[in-house]
């Protein structure tokens, strides 16, 4: 079974910077995963921050950026803001239209 | 700009039916796939379905095959997930995506604001 690995919580310091990874249980996670990461506050809906590694939408501020770090992806954020805590959930992309979910990390700023 | 707008939750007793939709503008909505993803309460996101927008195949997780299909209608730009034999652990905001290209995948750009399905007698 596939496993999507994430730190279940992480802590920053406002104006620092911080690298959230998503891993696998098996293997090493590479661009062809398509690795996205998006980012969730209670009650609303998903915001997408980067997907397929590292390109950013439109309306993300440029602290955050993902890449591929070792033998998983990874989101920095630098510079991190107040309105950053968020929950933040990795996604792969297996292939034959199958998508795994990370367990998700709950980033606090303080 | 992209809006994505679901419909159709609400609450259901074990073993029922509900049809969920999403209705979809500011994009050419034929050419990109859509998927669902779930999210149970205090839990986190679950992909669900996906239905390519190049290959025009749909894909479920083993949590719901057999149970959910997922379809569209290029011709209403509306997604839609039929769920039959839904069970209590089926509870959960149902949110549909737009993918940010043709593969069927959770790799999206875009997000409705969601609708809630409660299983419960």
């Known amino acids: 079974q596939t496993v999507v690995t994430q730190e279940p919580s992480f802590s920053v310091s406002p104006g620092g910077t911080v690298t959230l990874t998503c891993g696998l249980n098996?293997?090493?996670?590479?661009?062809?995963?398509?690795p996205t990461w998006y980012q969730q506050t209670p009650g609303q809906a998903p915001r997408t921050v980067i997907y397929?590694?590292?390109t950013r939408p439109s309306g993300v501020p440029d602290r955050f950026s993902g890449s591929i770090l070792g033998n998983k992806a990874a989101l920095t954020i630098t510079g991190a803001q107040a309105d950053d805590e968020s929950d933040y959930y990795c996604v792969l992309y297996m292939g034959s239209g199958i998508s795994v979910f990370g367990g998700g990390t709950k980033l606090t700023v303080l | 700009e992209v809006q994505l707008l679901e419909s159709g939750g609400g609450l259901v007793q074990p073993g029922g039916s509900l049809r969920l939709s999403c209705a979809a503008s500011?994009?050419?909505?034929?050419?990109?796939?859509m998927t669902w993803v779930r999210q149970a309460p205090g839990k986190g996101l679950e992909w669900v379905s996906s239905f390519g927008g190049s290959d025009g195949y749909a894909y479920h997780a083993d949590s719901v095959k057999g149970r959910f299909t997922i379809s569209r209608d290029n011709s209403k730009n509306t997604l839609y997930l039929q769920m039959n034999g839904l069970r209590a652990d089926d509870t959960a905001v149902y949110y549909c995506?737009?993918?940010?290209?043709?593969?069927?995948?959770?790799?999206?750009?875009?997000w409705g604001q969601g609708t809630q399905v409660t299983v419960s007698s």
């Open positions: 500011g994009f050419s909505f034929s050419t990109y796939a």
């Open positions: 098996f293997g090493s996670v590479s661009t062809t995963y398509y």
């Open positions: 995506g737009k993918a940010v290209g043709g593969t069927p995948t959770a790799v999206c750009d875009h």
């Open positions: 397929s590694t590292k």
